[in-house]
């Protein structure tokens, strides 16, 4: 960790407009890359505790495997039922090619 900041993953492996599942100490975080662009949210749903990460990414919009909630992966908002709870989400920085959130 770096003045607050850690290094999750490495951003060659990262593959577009898919989600990797990254585990930081005890947090488990999902990784999305979405028109060049990197963003970090937590990878449990708020509703059926299922991991995001084998969820349904379109877009900016990430979909849980269980019961099809869907989340703006950037802000982290639920988008429609049954879904009550947003996700959290994660400020990212790229730097030599690696991913800190």
């Given amino acids: ?7 999750a993953y490495d951003l060659e492996f990262l593959v577009p407009g898919d989600v990797t599942p990254v585990t ?5 975080l999902a990784l999305y890359e979405v028109d ?26 990430i979909e849980c495997p269980f019961h099809q909630g869907r989340f703006d992966v950037c802000t982290g908002k639920a988008l ?3 879904l009550t709870e947003d996700i959290r989400v994660y400020p990212v920085r790229i730097e030599n090619k690696r991913i800190w959130v």
């Fill in 1 to 7: 960790m770096s003045d607050g900041w850690t290094d």
């Fill in 24 to 28: 930081l100490g005890d947090k488990a």
């Fill in 36 to 61: 060049g662009e990197v963003f970090a949210t937590d990878n449990r749903c708020t509703h059926g505790d299922a991991l995001l990460s084998d969820g349904f990414l379109e877009g900016t919009v």
């Fill in 80 to 82: 429609c039922a049954p």
